[in-house]
């Protein structure tokens, strides 16, 4: 059963064309992700799909009764309504009394404890959880979400990750998230050069299935060169008086010069900007303390840690990743560095030879954007030295960064929020910093331009720490993490963010065993009784497995093994290609229930196993 037919859909703005009879047919469970470049549409699909944008020609036709649920990267609200009064949804009868009590539930799972704090009082994280709360509770049919990851911390990335990949709802989402995608969608749409391409699986198995797409197409496109060429040839050598007979292959020509114009070339942001040089002595924390003062809503006001004493010395050429949740401190732990905050007490020694480079949730506001995008660079330098023997002019510079020369005339306000990042990164990158802070750099930024940033940041000859709740990103780029745990506390794990969240699972799992074994070595008529026994003064022997236990033992450890070739033998069947769309949505729901079932397997056998000693 289809949720939404979408028909020869045609949308241009002004003189660009963003797609072109663009055809898309989203089925009862699909959990699609749609990617493509800044600036190809995919909000304005989003937008015109949930009819708050118009289009060209077309048609979109919805299944009968279909609840559709939209979260837009910048929603609505009064700024003095309170969190659980915008996300209350709709009684649909009069003897709804329970929707309060279900917002207030969701609101808390989201991290939000104070569920009457109103929406001007909130951060940009905080709101997008309680813009998340409310779209959920309406309990759509048809989930839309446009970057519904940007703003939150990683906890609430993984939450929300979580709680959609259980969901039958059909999901058509726009996100840059790419741990995100992969382990939500099961269908990936591409729009590219005003096209839409389908693939039938994870982000994954679109990547592997995209190259091959590419591959093949700049074969055929050989092909259709090498063909034209001979036919330009026999259209020369052609008398200018043509007979009827030949008129199909001059046809032919024609229709092979069209085909023959597609650019396959990659439009990549260019990052060949090297940083100045950098000395030994980067930055040494020295006994750093700070704390705020809250004030809740009630007037009572609370201590809040930032930093508790903290030391470090940093070294030359480490990239640091910083995580923690929203309201630990980590955006006033680098205004601490650069010296916008000063702490309480102890300081940050910098070295003469450091240069920063920050790139910050809120630097475009430092645009003037009634100024066109080259005037604005224009007025940082004229000219960018790009190494020892590469200089461009900000026109030649800006190219690299995709701007186009019609785009350098446009003014800023007219630029979509991805083209402003961009112009935002080229404008830190033009000083040629060799510290650089990026403070959520991912955000608005397209799948194909963070690559390119990842790549030059991973060769970056300098020190980079970056704020980000993009976990790929993470992986990619940090040596090491800071992790502010809250209080004031900050661990420093060595490696990059998927090795600590597996580690921090381990103890988790641990803790939890560790726990359920000390419960059950406390008997019963004790812990009835209250009373406590005196010790005895031989150690008691270690209980042992009954003989039912062996035998569940036994049982687990061969379900687990059945459980795991199952889950291999899936993930295989589901990257092939080979399943249909009716296919793929069972074998994902199948791979849900195994991997619930191989957590409760793998934990009672793990307890089996303690006891057995």
Not at 147 to 172: C, F, G
Not at 267 to 294: C, M, P, T, W
Not at 441 to 466: H, Q, R, W
């Amino acid at each position: 059963m289809f949720r939404l037919q979408i028909e020869n859909l045609t949308k241009s703005i002004g003189d660009r064309m963003l797609f072109a009879d663009m055809s898309l047919s989203v089925e009862e469970g699909d959990k699609i992700g749609i990617v493509a470049r800044n600036g190809a549409g995919k909000s304005t699909l989003l937008n015109i799909i949930c009819g708050r944008e118009d289009y060209d020609s077309g048609k979109i036709t919805y299944s009968d009764g279909a609840r559709v649920g939209y979260l837009s990267q910048s929603p609505a609200f009064d700024p003095d309504d309170t969190a659980l009064s915008y996300a209350t949804p709709e009684p649909a009868n009069a003897d709804d009394f329970d929707a309060p009590d279900r917002a207030r539930r969701m609101l808390s799972q989201l991290g939000i404890t104070d569920p009457t704090q109103r929406l001007g009082s909130m951060s940009g994280g905080q709101f997008k959880r309680v813009s998340i709360a409310k779209v959920l509770l309406q309990e759509p049919d048809f989930l839309v979400l446009d970057e519904p990851t940007n703003h939150l911390d990683i906890a609430m990335v993984e939450w929300l990750e979580n709680y959609l990949s259980r969901q039958r709802a059909t999901i058509l989402m726009v996100t840059h998230d790419r741990y995100f995608l992969d382990n939500v969608c099961t269908r990936i749409i591409e729009i590219d050069r005003e096209q839409v391409f389908a693939y039938d699986g994870n982000y994954d198995y679109y990547l592997r299935k995209r190259t091959e797409r590419q591959e093949n197409l700049s074969a055929e496109l050989a092909k259709v060169r090498n063909l034209l060429r001979t036919e330009l040839d026999w259209m020369r050598r052609q008398p200018q008086a043509r007979g009827s007979k030949a008129k199909y292959r001059i046809d032919s020509f024609h229709d092979l010069e069209q085909r023959s114009r597609v650019n396959l070339a990659e439009k990549d942001v260019r990052l060949a900007v090297k940083g100045s040089y950098i000395g030994n002595k980067i930055f040494e924390a020295v006994d750093v303390r700070k704390q705020f003062v809250h004030t809740d809503a009630d007037g009572s006001e609370k201590v809040v840690p930032i930093l508790n004493g903290f030391n470090y010395v940093f070294a030359r050429y480490e990239k640091v990743g910083i995580v923690g949740d929203n309201g630990a401190g980590k955006s006033t732990f680098i205004k601490m560095l650069l010296g916008e905050i000063a702490p309480d007490s102890g300081h940050f020694d910098v070295g003469q030879t450091v240069k920063w480079g920050y790139y910050s949730q809120e630097g475009m506001t430092g645009f003037d954007e009634r100024k066109k995008v080259i005037d604005a660079v224009r007025e940082i330098a004229e000219t960018v030295r790009i190494d020892d023997k590469t200089t461009l002019t900000a026109q030649q510079f800006l190219t690299h960064f995709l701007f186009e020369p019609a785009t350098q005339q446009k003014y800023i306000y007219k630029l979509s929020g991805g083209e402003r990042r961009r112009l935002y990164l080229a404008t830190v990158l033009m000083r040629q910093p060799n510290f650089l802070i990026l403070d959520e750099p991912t955000n608005d930024l397209d799948i194909m331009t963070l690559s390119v940033l990842e790549d030059y940041l991973a060769n970056f000859k300098g020190c980079v720490i970056v704020v980000s709740h993009d976990r790929f990103f993470l992986d990619r780029i940090v040596d090491h993490l800071f992790v502010m745990k809250g209080d004031g506390e900050v661990r420093d794990f060595p490696g990059d963010y998927s090795t600590y969240r597996h580690c921090v699972r381990q103890e988790e799992k641990e803790k939890k065993a560790a726990a359920e074994a000390a419960k059950a070595s406390v008997p019963a008529s004790s812990a009835a009784s209250g009373v406590d026994k005196p010790a005895k003064q031989k150690t008691e022997r270690k209980p042992r497995l009954s003989f039912k236990e062996k035998k569940e033992m036994e049982a687990l450890e061969q379900e687990v093994e059945a459980l795991g070739e199952e889950k291999t033998d899936l993930e295989t069947r589901m990257s092939d290609g080979t399943m249909s769309v009716e296919e793929i949505t069972a074998a994902a729901a199948r791979m849900e229930e195994l991997l619930a079932r191989l957590d409760e397997a793998e934990f009672r056998l793990l307890e089996l196993m303690e006891k057995d000693g």
